[in-house]
């Protein structure tokens, strides 16, 4: 089909007014609005999962192409569409199926409506050839003509056009009515289905204030009764509730726990019992006993404790527990305590709430408190006996806290002077003070937080502040950031940015010794956001909006002066990892596109603002800035010397100006951060690649850059044609010298001076050994990074038997292996399991079976190994059952979708027979599954519980109906007939699904030793050395890709790549980027690189000679000039600011090697330039090809979502780390534990004064023309965007 769309409108088959007139008013109005809510935006994506959810994909895919035409798709199109489905007369129906075949909507020929059937996996009809005796396409009537003469099978078509359909409509049938799990739960138990709700929201308010790990596990539950319950007390109690041993207290074991404390006394002994049977064999052994003697005493301390000696017997059954503390002061004492524990901590509320309030106050009055724990603070007068909410306000002074503000934390407000403990408030624990406002209420929650004090520990009551919180709208940032990169003219700009609105959002009372790092971790956890991309500013006093937090910073709140309702802004990093104060203020604070930011403390320190996603090209030009070579050369304003304005491969100097200008402005000293925008725009005007807001990758922004700088300062000005001449027998230095002297007879300037090196291109043919030799140059030297010969292969075996759960095994195999390694592996681990399934599963179903043949390469995904039944050398016969179970939605367009279907958890095998079931075995099988999977009783009835079906493997549709009949699974009978492949759901009643999910989330899953082993072989890091080694490797190319002139035809070849001469600077690119399987992937492997190295054991073997050799620089001369006049800039209204050079003397730049400059101000541009000069030179003269390292280009994160970031070494010898505008001090340690990207090294001992152009007869001067640059960019690029090496 020749078109995305029909030329043909749905409402040509049938008109607006004539469906509208087929619906009743309620069918319309809930159309009009599915659409509103599904289709909007009305992708293809919400129109085939959402709206037509049901429907065969390739069906819904082809209408949606038919109604979206060249314009989106609109409300009447749509309903007309699904009148002409619902309630279309056949030849409307048929129509439609001809436009959906057709590619005009007019005529359709054999191969349209052949593909189209094909598509939907329907058989080509043997009549199809009557449509087209008479011509190869036909039109509408000829169609419905053939189809009703012989009535050919369409698939869905035939379904359509049945007349008892069951799609009779689009309205919802009604809401079913079913057995809620709070109504399950309180069956089971002695409690109300509200009872239950409440028990189940006052556990997850305990699970949320104690629980370290999201659990209600054993530490969560000691935090809730410590200090008034021992360590010892609370495992035993622990113990009683969690019925399945998976360390975790869920809602139900709660809810059942609670109600056998409560239900009486026997019920009450045989939870005490379980208690104590630790090992759980239904006995309690002597030790069992006096341990539970033991705490009993201690515990009640009373005369008449139950002795040890008074025991029955040894091991001890339930029924002589019983009756032994039947008749036990000790027991009913004890039977006491728990039950308040019941109250008190898990908010069971009984009759008598006001007594048991005041007792467990008392107790806890009587223990010492914990240091670091939270306490309430409850007004006095509640106590004194009216029962009713609790009144705290008036024990805070009066603060007005404007109504859109929220309150974040629980300290809420500061208590008036002059209260009283224990006259005018009291100091609960947070268990009691959650009991008492759930079941009385409290107008406000009063926090605080006991610690050391040296008369001991205290709850300080009085000490917190506020602190004001405000936000800014983010809608601002979007414009500030499009403004930024699409308005060049400064004023506009201005008009199209509003300044950033500060609204006051959020309130918090914090203590003075708390430290601002510990407030912005609060922030980060109560907002859910990145402590990363968070930062505060003060908004206060005469310092406002200076930055308060450096991440490494521990001031505390006293110490920064933070009084009580100091305004703080939050500010928010957005997406694309821009701050939005700083995008909004470069417009409004700065006309000459500089942020301008507190001082920076050291020359170079200087940061650059995010632009949006520009962290690639900041931390590039970090790196740039701290070479020393070339930012003298920026400096000193060689540049100006050396612009070739002619160079139709060039930027006109517009870069060179522009990054001049950028050098210029990080080396004055003069700000902490500052905007790099004029250089983003002549980057984005010539690079369409860099532009918007896409993150990009730095290592091909830098070799842009360096391609560009060197074009727009080539000193060729006229370049001279080069003809390669081939290397026959010559020999490698001879050929190497033609390559690079065709090479700088072309292309010779500070670039190339810095950074082109020389690689050897060896070619060898396969077939005659003809060997062809090229020596290339390069600026970056890009380098794999070794690929391991094993893969770690992620294998989680589920076993038959639910009691040994899930295994994680990671197999280290060679990638040259299959499946049938695996298998042989997992025999060695489990020797008693003799067959497996291996399958791929996503979102708990199974996507495919993976094949014993299958190569490992080719594993991409965790594998599911599934035990299967039978020990001989076949596996018995099995089936797959998945967990599903109905949820219903309230945004559906047809009736069936308003329940569907879910699944959830791991599938498990039961063994089966062929042929005919007996139902009765499968059920047995699959009970007992679940009885050790989920710990129901033996004797539960299934069909309350769940039914079972048989599905497709997709686990959605009937595997015996087809899918008109719009069922998702016929129950199992007798006559289902079963076999291998077979699969089988569990489809679980919504009274119990909730804990059914439950308890799949909580499933442990089993690491095999292999999994840390697998860790540390794939985090063992590979030397810098081994990417060299793996560069330089010989490997063999594709037949296609080389011509072989010996044999006069393409052959495979080997290739194997050489360096051969070596640059000054030698920046060394990491490939961790690669494109597997059609996606883009990143290798976090890392990667051990050193502060120095010497290259020469990677040089070629006959041209490793001293590289002081080769580092000749050429002397270049040109008339000598006086640069007096400002060059105007290239883009806006602003002049091009460069630093006069008359304060270099003039025979400083001729004779610059034997220069003793005089001491220059540290904050000028000469001291720069004389720091980094010095930094290149010792004293003594070392020939060694040794190489420095000076930079660091780092990124972390993945594809689509990463971050750069860089390190480099200041003139000063300090390392300094580089954060977009984030700049601070940083170790050599820190930087050698970085995951690098790009590494810069510098030559040791290197001369810059060898390295830079000089200059003679300066006495004539001549002037750059702006608006000459100016006309030449505009002029069209000439197709010719610059060249990247």
């Given amino acids: 089909m020749g078109n995305t769309g029909s030329c043909i409108r749905i409402s040509d088959i049938l008109s607006y007014e004539v469906a509208r007139s087929r619906l009743t008013s309620k069918e319309y109005e809930h159309l009009e609005l599915s659409f509103s809510q599904i289709l909007s935006p009305p992708t293809k994506q919400n129109f085939v999962n959402r709206a037509f959810l049901g429907f065969p994909q390739p069906f819904s895919e082809r209408l949606y192409q038919v109604l979206v035409k060249e314009t989106p798709m609109s409300f009447p199109d749509l309903m007309c569409c699904v009148v002409v489905i619902l309630k279309g007369t056949d030849q409307e129906k048929l129509h439609l199926l001809f436009c959906l075949a057709s590619s005009d909507g007019h005529k359709i020929n054999e191969e349209d409506l052949t593909k189209l059937l094909t598509d939907w996996d329907i058989k080509t009809p043997d009549d199809i050839s009557f449509l087209f005796t008479v011509s190869e396409t036909c039109t509408f009537p000829h169609f419905l003509k053939w189809y009703r003469k012989f009535r050919p099978p369409l698939g869905v078509y035939d379904w359509i056009l049945k007349e008892d359909s069951k799609l009779k409509g689009i309205l919802c049938l009604g809401k079913p009515t079913f057995m809620t799990y709070h109504q399950f739960l309180a069956e089971q138990a002695s409690f109300t289905e509200t009872q239950v709700m409440a028990i189940e929201k006052h556990y997850v308010r305990l699970r949320k204030q104690f629980s370290q790990s999201k659990r209600f596990d054993l530490d969560a539950l000691y935090n809730c009764l410590h200090p008034l319950y021992s360590y010892e007390f609370a495992k035993h109690f622990f113990y009683a509730f969690d019925l399945n041993n998976d360390g975790n207290i869920d809602s139900r074991e709660l809810i059942i726990g609670l109600s056998m404390i409560l239900e009486g006394a026997e019920s009450f002994s045989k939870f005490v019992y379980s208690m104590f049977d630790v090992d759980e064999d239904g006995l309690l052994s002597k030790e069992e006993v006096e341990t539970f003697i033991r705490l009993l005493g201690s515990f009640c301390m009373v005369s008449d404790s139950l002795k040890t000696n008074d025991a029955p017997q040894e091991n001890m059954p339930i029924s002589d527990f019983i009756a032994w503390c039947s008749t036990s002061v000790s027991m009913y004492k004890f039977h006491t305590h728990l039950k308040n524990i019941v109250y008190i901590v898990f908010g069971v509320k009984p009759d008598l709430t006001f007594n048991i309030i005041r007792q467990w106050m008392e107790m806890e009055c009587e223990m010492k408190l914990v240091a670091g724990k939270a306490y309430y603070i409850a007004n006095n007068d509640w106590f004194k006996g009216t029962e009713g909410p609790v009144q705290n306000e008036p024990l805070l002074e009066n603060e007005i806290i404007p109504k859109n503000a929220v309150v974040v934390t629980m300290e809420n407000g500061v208590l008036r002077k002059g209260l009283l403990h224990g006259v005018d408030y009291q100091i609960l624990s947070s268990v009691l003070w959650f009991t008492l406002e759930d079941w009385y209420g409290a107008d406000k929650a009063i926090c605080r937080r006991a610690k050391f004090l040296p008369a001991g520990v205290v709850v300080d009551v009085m000490v917190p ?37 500060h609204v006051l959002t959020y309130v918090g009372y914090f203590y003075l010794d708390d430290t601002l790092k510990s407030v912005i971790q609060f922030l980060s956890r109560t907002l859910k956001l990145g402590w990363e991309d968070l930062r505060l500013w003060n908004l206060s006093g005469p310092m406002a909006h200076q930055k308060l937090l450096d991440d490494s910073d521990d001031k505390t709140l006293e110490m920064l002066n933070l009084k009580h309702s100091s305004n703080i802004l939050i500010e928010v990093r957005n997406n694309d990892m821009s701050w939005p104060e700083e995008v ?3 417009i409004h604070h700065n006309q000459k596109l500089d942020r301008k930011t507190p001082t920076a403390k050291v020359n170079g320190a200087t940061g650059l603002n995010n632009l949006g996603n520009t962290c690639f090209m900041n931390s590039s030009i970090q790196c740039l800035s701290n070479t020393k070579p070339l930012t003298v050369y920026f400096l000193k304003e060689l540049h100006l010397h050396e612009l ?33 925008l004029k250089i983003r725009w002549t980057i984005a005007k010539f690079a369409n690649q860099f532009n918007g807001f896409g993150q990009q990758d730095a290592q091909e922004l830098l070799a842009f850059m360096l391609d560009g700088l060197h074009e727009d300062l080539n000193r060729v000005t006229v370049k001279p044609y080069t003809q390669v001449k081939d290397s026959g027998d010559r020999h490698d230095s001879e050929v190497a010298e033609e390559f690079w002297n065709n090479h700088v007879s072309r292309n010779r300037s500070i670039i190339v001076d810095l950074f082109h090196g020389q690689l050897k291109s060896t070619l060898r043919c396969v077939q005659c050994g003809f060997t062809s030799v090229r020596f290339d140059p390069f600026s970056l030297l890009s380098l794999p990074l070794p690929e391991n010969e094993n893969v770690v292969v992620e294998v989680l075996v589920v076993r038959l038997d639910p009691a040994n759960g899930i295994t994680h095994y990671c197999l280290w195999l060679n990638n040259e292996y299959t499946m049938k390694n695996v298998y042989k592996k997992l025999r060695e681990k489990i020797p008693e399991v003799m067959h497996y399934l291996f399958v791929e599963l996503e979102n708990s179903v199974v996507k495919r079976i993976v094949s014993i043949d299958e190569p490992l390469k080719n594993i991409t995904f965790s594998i599911h190994a599934f035990e299967l039944p039978g020990n001989g050398s076949k596996a018995e016969p099995y089936v797959l059952v998945y967990n599903r179970h109905y949820v219903t939605v309230e945004k559906y ?27 009765n075995i499968i059920k047995q099988n699959i009970k007992a599954c679940l009885i050790g999977k989920y710990c129901f009783d033996p004797d539960f009835a299934e069909d309350l519980l769940f039914t079972i079906n048989k599905v497709k493997q997709n686990g959605r549709e009937c595997a015996n109906c087809s899918w008109g009949e719009l069922c998702s699974g016929c129950r199992l009978s007798e006559s289902t007939s079963l076999s291998t492949f077979s699969y089988l759901t569990v489809d679980w009643k919504s009274a119990v699904v909730h804990l059914i999910r439950q308890y799949d989330d909580d499933v442990p899953v089993v690491e095999d030793d292999s999994v840390q082993e697998a860790k540390c072989r794939q985090s063992q890091p590979v030397d810098l050395s081994a990417c060299l080694q793996s560069f330089t490797k010989e490997e063999e190319i594709g037949e296609g890709e080389w011509y072989c002139e010996k044999c006069g035809t393409h052959r495979n070849a080997y290739k194997k790549l050489d360096i051969w001469r070596l640059p000054p600077i030698l920046i060394i690119h990491l490939k961790r980027f690669s494109l597997q399987n059609g996606k883009w992937q990143k290798c976090k492997r890392k990667v051990i690189f050193p502060d120095s190295f010497d290259p020469t054991p990677f040089l070629v073997q006959s041209n490793r000679i001293s590289l002081a050799q080769r580092l000749r620089t050429e002397s270049v001369t040109y008339p000598r000039t006086v640069l007096v006049e400002r060059v105007k800039s290239t883009v806006g209204c602003d002049e091009y600011d460069t630093l006069s050079i008359n304060s270099v003397d003039d025979e400083e730049v001729v004779n610059s090697n034997n220069r003793n400059p005089l001491p220059h101000p540290k904050n000028s541009v000469s001291y720069i330039m004389d720091s980094m000069t010095m930094m290149g030179q010792k004293k003594k ?24 970031v860089s390190f480099s070494l200041n003139p000063n010898k300090q390392w300094y780390y580089y954060n977009d505008s984030l700049v601070k001090k940083t170790t050599k340690k820190r930087v050698l534990s970085e995951p690098p990207y790009m590494l810069f090294y510098e030559r040791r001992n290197l001369k810059l004064d060898d390295l830079l152009p000089s200059f003679q007869n300066a006495d004539e001067s001549f002037d750059f023309d702006a608006s000459v640059i100016m006309s030449r960019m505009n002029v069209s690029n000439r197709g010719k965007s610059c060249r990247v090496q």
């Fill in 1181 to 1204: 003269n070392d020939d060694r090809p040794l190489y420095d390292l000076y930079a660091v280009t780092a990124h972390t994160g993945h594809i689509g979502h990463g971050h750069y």
């Fill in 893 to 919: 367009f047809f009736e069936w979708q308003h329940r569907l279907v879910q699944l959830f958890g791991v599938p498990f095998i039961i063994p089966v027979k062929d042929g005919p079931t007996d139902i």
């Fill in 465 to 501: 502040v506020r602190l004001n919180f405000y936000r800014t709208p983010s809608t601002n940032t979007r414009i500030a950031v499009e403004a930024l990169n699409k308005i060049h003219n400064m004023e506009e700009a201005v008009n199209a940015v509003s300044l950033p609105k």
């Fill in 584 to 586: 909004v203020n470069i």
């Fill in 644 to 676: 070739n304005q002619d160079n139709p491969d060039a930027f006109k100097g517009l870069l060179a100006l522009r990054y001049a200008d950028l050098i210029k402005s990080l080396w004055d000293n003069s700000h902490r951060a500052i905007a790099p």
